[in-house]
């Protein structure tokens, strides 16, 4: 496939010759960390640097000797799916001193080093930072010590830093993730799940505090995701009075048949007073106002703990190749940058811009501008909040507006985890603008058989966990049965379409689209949200369910690497889902560390199997002792999952031995990852606020009529903003032979995995982040990030 051109930076004149670069993590490990560090040490030595680790963070860059070490290529094999830092980290006092400053500024040159990378929040990055605006003074005080020579001063005049933001509680402005978040909600989703089913077995309350002393991220992400009753953050303090309001809000859950509650309490949480609000205060107040049976579970380190998510993976593996660049590329006068995430383009922002922001948020809530706070933390976070309050309270029926509009929505395609929250975000909203909700069974299928019932607010309660299709769904195409379908619209009075599906739905959008020639009951505003694991639907880069799937593909890899431990060397072959889209093997070859993947979309022949047979015999003979290799399941007819393992098991005789695995189903199973969950959730509220504002401009003396090209759309995310398409423009963009996008933005990740697997390769860097400002307010259609 084709690809817009780039500035392309190939082996050669990516130089790194003549300079040291050191890699450290400090402050509080996260999850992904490992994969940063990995990254660091294999671009930097693929560019021709020298780099080394620095253990225990700016301790072990005091303290130097053994501290700082050289750092080899196989050196970080193996510590991708490892969670924590291997490195090790520590929070040191002595570096806030000039003494230890001039101590570890002493360490670095005798090694030759003048870029650091650092992997680290907001307090070690501006460490960082001030130890760069020092670095010429303290050569100047070591020269007159006699420590180090004259002219050392001007051979290392400049130091550079790059800071990748490691924290889970993603409280770091300027950046939409941080590397460690994903990884922590999956943790808090994992627990809460499973909390879930022992309090509807005993009809209980659990109050469950999170991390979060001064950012409420994970609590709100994490009871966006479960559901939960209620939630208490310090960027936005309840109301006075909130007590009776939530007894009330648990009291009526209780009353629908629901037979459990969920509180959701951030460490950090607070009242309007500044006064914390603890999970034994929540306790006692349910259990004195409300008799129910109430327990706390405080999660704390757990959320630290285990192996990164898929998306961490990526994320980090992404940064820290973009570290390596930022450094190649700084110059004396280049400001301190961060490498950062927005949507899912890379960014570089003004490591102090960032920093300052950051604490700005914390005066705000210390002064009590909690609006103001929420606001600085950007958009992600707002729009977390909004879609929270949307989804978690309703509100009286009195309060409701009354529209008269029938909203039907409906899954088509195969099931993809995610589906289920989207279908609650779509009903929900729907009731709060006003409308009635209509729920189809089995896609088309059920939509011609008359499977189409009214779908009330609770019955929607618990569903955001839940995997697979809920409501049914079938790959049925409408065109066949296009005039039954007409005349159930026109029984059940359907004004609007919400469809959440794959390709099929896409196809389906742009059946319905023609068939408006010819039955009006199809000029009513409609739209899809792509849902599938093989992200191939054109114009949306990111799909519900894909995260789930990577995480599946990830996980599962992680384990067969693993039976081979200790064993002779032995290479897997590993077959991927996907159709003719190559991204679940690309994006998950990347996430696990494989050495290649083949996919469709990159023509291979058999020359370019004995290559990568041979270069992985060579990785064989040194201390590698595991080889990954990912195939999409319709990469090539003849090169099937058969014929590469047998040509692996021949080739690779007396060097290793090799295994094969076909994951199938799975990839579409399982419960929905924190991703998906709020992916799902707010692209489907933004959908239905779509749905709105058609049907009010489309509304004509009582009756839809809505037939232009503009009515009829689908929501994708495209590089930073979701943004609304006609299907009709999509058809130019779209290989319908064989359901992929004509031009995929996750191919130009595919060199990231090579160069991590020791292939020599061309890097395209047209998308590499330029040095930007940080923008306070974004654009609208920014508002609901990607990056959950």
């Not at 069974?441 to 009330?456: L, N």
């Not at 023509?603 to 201390?623: C, G, W, Y």
């Not at 049907?695 to 930073?720: I, K, P």
């Not at 963009?733 to 933005?745: A, G, L």
Request: net charge neutral; aromatic share 6%.
């Amino acid at each position: 496939m084709s690809q817009p051109d780039g500035k392309k930076i190939f082996f050669e004149n990516l130089s790194g010759a003549g300079k040291a670069i050191a890699v450290l993590t400090s402050g509080g490990d996260a999850q992904g960390m490992n994969a940063a560090v990995r990254a660091v040490v294999r671009m930097g030595l693929y560019v021709g640097a020298k780099v080394y680790f620095i253990r225990e963070g700016y301790q072990g860059m005091v303290d130097g000797g053994d501290n700082i070490k050289e750092a080899s290529w196989e050196s970080v094999s193996s510590m991708l799916q490892v969670g924590g830092t291997v490195i090790g980290s520590a929070r040191c006092k002595e570096f806030r001193t000039h003494e230890g400053r001039l101590k570890a500024a002493h360490n670095l040159v005798q090694r030759g080093i003048t870029n650091l990378c650092v992997i680290g929040g907001d307090g070690s990055l501006t460490g960082a930072n001030l130890f760069r605006e020092e670095w010429s003074g303290l050569l100047g005080e070591l020269v007159e010590q006699g420590s180090i020579a004259a002219d050392a001063v001007q051979k290392y005049s400049a130091l550079h830093i790059v800071g990748m933001v490691g924290s889970i509680d993603n409280d770091f402005c300027g950046t939409d993730m941080t590397i460690g978040t994903d990884s922590a909600l999956h943790r808090i989703i994992e627990v809460v799940d499973a909390i879930m089913t022992t309090a509807q077995s005993h009809q209980r309350t659990f109050v469950l505090e999170v991390m979060g002393r001064h950012c409420g991220y994970l609590a709100l992400v994490s009871a966006l995701a479960c559901g939960a009753d209620w939630v208490l953050i310090p960027e936005m303090p309840p109301e006075d009075g909130w007590e009776d309001k939530m007894c009330q809000k648990l009291s009526a859950n209780r009353a629908g048949m629901k037979r459990l509650n969920i509180i959701i309490v951030a460490e950090g949480a607070i009242d309007r007073n500044n006064t914390p609000i603890t999970t034994d205060y929540i306790k006692n107040l349910v259990v004195r106002c409300l008799g129910f049976d109430t327990r706390v579970t405080i999660l704390g380190h757990v959320q630290r703990g285990g192996t990164p998510s898929a998306f961490d993976r990526i994320l980090a593996s992404r940064m820290g190749v973009e570290a390596v660049l930022a450094l190649l590329e700084t110059t004396a006068n280049t400001p301190a940058c961060v490498v950062s995430l927005c949507g899912n383009q890379s960014v570089r922002l003004p490591l102090m811009e960032c920093v300052q922001m950051t604490q700005e948020v914390q005066k705000a809530m210390d002064e009590k501008r909690f609006e103001e706070a929420v606001r600085l933390r950007g958009r992600s976070f707002e729009n977390n909040l909004k879609t929270y309050k949307l989804l978690a309270h309703r509100k009286p029926e009195s309060e409701l507006p009354t529209s008269n509009f029938n909203v039907a929505v409906l899954n088509v395609g195969a099931p993809a985890a995610g589906m289920n929250a989207a279908v609650r975000s779509a009903v929900r909203v729907g009731i709060s603008e006003g409308h009635k909700m209509f729920a189809v069974s089995d896609g088309f299928e059920g939509f011609y058989k008359g499977q189409i019932k009214e779908i009330k607010w609770a019955d929607v309660g618990g569903w955001t966990g839940q995997g697979g299709s809920l409501l049914g769904t079938k790959r049925t195409l409408p065109a066949k049965y296009v005039d039954k379908i007409a005349e159930q619209m026109r029984q059940h009075n359907i004004n609007a379409l919400l469809i959440v599906g794959g390709f099929e739905a896409f196809l389906s959008l742009l059946e319905l689209s023609t068939a408006r020639g010819k039955y009006g009951e199809f000029c009513v505003p409609m739209i899809m949200v792509p849902a599938t694991v093989s992200n191939n639907v054109p114009g949306s880069d990111l799909s519900i369910g894909a995260d789930t799937a990577l995480n599946a593909i990830t996980t599962t890899c992680d384990r067969i690497k693993q039976s081979a431990s200790g064993t002779k060397r032995r290479v897997f072959i590993i077959e991927t889902m996907g159709g003719y889209c190559g991204y679940l093997a690309s994006v998950g070859g990347l996430a696990a560390g494989a050495d290649a993947a083949y996919i469709y979309e990159e023509p291979f022949d058999i020359r370019d199997l004995q290559a990568n047979v041979e270069h992985l015999t060579e990785k064989m003979k040194t201390s590698i002792q595991r080889g990954l290799v990912l195939r999409n399941e319709n990469c090539n007819e003849n090169y099937t999952t058969d014929f590469i393992y047998q040509l692996y098991s021949e080739e690779g005789k007396g060097v290793f031995d090799s295994r094969k695995n076909v994951l199938g189903h799975m990839q579409q199973g399982g419960a929905p990852s924190p991703f998906d969950r709020n992916f799902g959730t707010k692209i489907s509220a933004k959908a239905m606020q779509w749905v709105t504002r058609k049907l009010v401009e489309t509304v004509r003396h009582g009756r839809v009529f809505a037939n232009s090209d503009d009515s009829c759309c689908l929501l994708g995310m495209r590089r930073r903003a979701l943004v609304f398409q006609p299907v009709v423009q999509l058809k130019d963009e779209t290989d319908f032979v064989h359901r992929i996008p004509k031009e995929q933005w996750w191919l130009k990740l595919r060199p990231l995995m090579k160069i991590l697997a020791k292939y020599k390769t061309s890097y395209d860097v047209s998308d590499s982040g330029q040095l930007e400002h940080i923008v306070r307010n974004r654009p609208r259609e920014l508002d609901a990030s990607v990056a959950m």
